[in-house]
């Protein structure tokens, strides 16, 4: 793909960067701008359905359906993740549902930005081995949420390209819960495991619709997108939705120096809400 067919001027990229701020609450700093470009140039070149990046900031302003600013959104989100990414988290899970299930009612579990699935799938499958059978019988879910359509869909259907899985994985768990098409080589997560996960549209700047408090939110790889005034908007929101001693995860490279928070911050980029 040429990205220098067409040219994004730097008013026309923050033109791009108010408005995919306006639609996501996302900020895309200056040094963004070659990967906006990068992403942009998928529809945008002397073949593609916008011949210049002006005339598809002029389509986005005009887009009153709204389909190609769920396109525009879906360009500029990074999806990058896989089934037991940072696998310390899933121990401390697992850890955490053995210790607790006896003593809570139900157990609400959140994939925040949970892109493609993976991590909320590893999540109830890390549900099922923690419960064996008991899992039928106990009122336990996990919701994903991302604010980006396509990584939606594709969660929502739970079907991964091999080399998609391959190594992440351990064989007796792939053997367990999924369904090999040896045709074309695609691993389908099994009923028992979808039926776990409800799979949602939700962009973490809105206001949170939920009626019961979380036991563990996953928000891996996500604040990465925020300014430190959105991270502690929306650190704040979680923090009123998780139960009390309930946990927060991040991802092992992020870090809440400089952010306001309430939480107790523990090893592993774990946070526990207070009593
Ligand atoms: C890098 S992925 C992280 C996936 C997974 N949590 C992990 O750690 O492997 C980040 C996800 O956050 C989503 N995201 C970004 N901004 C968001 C927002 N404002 N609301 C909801 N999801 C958002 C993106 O669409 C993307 O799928």
Not at 236 to 251: A, C, F, N, R
Request: with cysteine; aromatic share 16%; charged share 25%.
């Amino acid at each position: 793909m040429k990205i220098k067919d067409v040219y994004l001027s730097d008013i026309l990229f923050k033109n791009f960067v108010q408005l995919f701020y306006d639609l996501t609450g996302i900020y895309l700093k200056d040094y963004k701008k070659y990967l906006v470009e990068y992403r942009l140039c998928k529809i945008v070149g002397p073949d593609k359905p916008f011949k210049t990046y002006e005339e598809l900031y002029e389509a986005l302003l005009h887009d009153t359906k709204g389909d190609l600013r769920i396109q525009f959104t879906n360009l500029l989100t990074t999806n990058y993740t896989y089934f037991f990414r940072e696998e310390n988290h899933f121990h401390f899970l697992k850890e955490y549902i053995i210790k607790n299930y006896k003593t809570q009612n139900y157990m609400r579990l959140w994939s925040a930005g949970c892109s493609t699935g993976e991590e909320a799938y590893s999540m109830a499958i890390v549900c099922h081995e923690a419960l064996g059978n008991m899992v039928h019988h106990y009122d336990i879910k996990i919701l994903a949420t991302d604010i980006s359509m396509d990584v939606i869909t594709f969660a929502m259907k739970g079907v991964y390209h091999y080399s998609k899985i391959r190594g992440n994985i351990e064989d007796h768990l792939l053997k367990k819960y999924f369904y090999f098409d040896k045709d074309k080589k695609t691993f389908t997560i099994k009923e028992s495991i979808k039926n776990l996960v409800q799979v949602r549209f939700l962009n973490l700047m809105d206001t949170f619709p939920f009626t019961r408090l979380f036991d563990v939110v996953f928000l891996r790889n996500v604040l990465i997108y925020f300014d430190n005034n959105e991270k502690e908007i929306i650190l704040s929101k979680i923090y009123d939705i998780i139960k009390p001693q309930g946990y927060l995860i991040l991802g092992l490279s992020e870090s809440l120096v400089g952010i306001r928070h309430k939480f107790i911050q523990l090893p592993h980029s774990i946070y526990q809400k207070e009593v």
